[in-house]
C-alpha cells in the first residue's frame, strides 16, 4: 500500500486522507494479528499460560522502547499496547473456557 509523502500533501484534505489510509491499514494489520492470538490458544492449556506475566511485560516494555526509538511518545505506546495486550488476554481466557 502505498502513502504520499507527507511533504507533498497539498492541502488538509489530502493530509487527512493520508492519514485515514494509514489508519486503515493499520487496523488491517491489528486484525492479522488477531488471529495469531486466537491461534496462540492451542499451545496454552491454562489460565497462567494465558495471563503469562513476564511475557507481557516483555511485550509491552519492546513495544514501548520500539515507539521511542522511532521518536514517538513511550508512554502512550505502553498504554496502547498494555489496553490490546489485556484485551488479548481476556480474548483468549474466553476461548480456553469455550474449550472446556
Known amino acids: ?44 492449556h491454562d489460565k497462567d499460560a494465558i495471563i503469562a506475566q513476564e511475557r507481557k511485560d516483555l511485550v509491552i516494555l519492546q513495544r514501548k522502547n520500539w515507539a521511542a526509538k522511532n521518536g514517538l511518545n513511550a508512554d502512550t505506546f505502553e498504554k496502547i499496547y498494555t489496553l490490546l495486550v489485556d484485551s488479548n488476554i481476556q480474548h483468549e481466557l474466553e476461548i480456553l473456557k469455550s474449550k472446556k
Open 1 to 44: 500500500m502505498g502513502f504520499k509523502n507527507p511533504a507533498d500533501c497539498k492541502s488538509l484534505e489530502e493530509v487527512r486522507n493520508e492519514i485515514d489510509k494509514i489508519d486503515e491499514h493499520i487496523i488491517s494489520l491489528f486484525s492479522e494479528r488477531h488471529k495469531y492470538v486466537e491461534e496462540i490458544v492451542r499451545f496454552k
